[in-house]
Nanobody
Framework: QVQLVESGGGSVQPGGSLRLSCAASGFTSSNTVMGWYRQAPGKERELVATISSTGGKTNYADSVKGRFTISRDDADTVSLEMNSLKPEDTAVYYC??????????????????????WGQGTLVTVSS
């Protein structure tokens, strides 16, 4: 079973920084786009940033451009460096992975699945 586990959320004052990390497990290898989404109280979930499987292509929401940086630490780990945080960045941040996951069994057979997987979310609070 593919799982995404986030870490690094917390509370910070306006202008501060936080780093979120997300580690994927439960598969042999993958070819996925990974990203971060967020949902503030009373609002819909929105895209924050995505990164391609090779890390060569990134995409950011206009609201975070120049302040947040997404990076692919390895094939199965993605991080989000958040600087110059604002109160409006307060939200639950969710890690997402979408693409093909490969699973090999003890006999060496490999199967694949097209999946979209979400993490459980980590709370980021920006307040003075």
């Amino acid at each position: 079973q593919v799982q995404l586990v986030e870490s690094g959320g917390g509370s910070v004052q306006p202008g501060g920084s936080l780093r979120l990390s997300c580690a994927a497990s439960g598969f042999t290898s993958s070819n996925t786009v990974m990203g971060w989404y967020r949902q503030a109280p009373g609002k819909e979930r929105e895209l924050v940033a995505t990164i391609s499987s090779t890390g060569g292509k990134t995409n950011y929401a206009d609201s975070v451009k120049g302040r947040f940086t997404i990076s692919r630490d390895d094939a199965d780990t993605v991080s989000l460096e958040m600087n110059s945080l604002k109160p409006e960045d307060t939200a639950v941040y969710y890690c997402n992975a979408e693409g093909v996951f490969y699973f090999s069994d003890a006999g060496g057979a490999v199967r694949w699945k097209q999946l979209e997987v979400w993490g459980q979310g980590t709370l980021v609070t920006v307040s003075s």
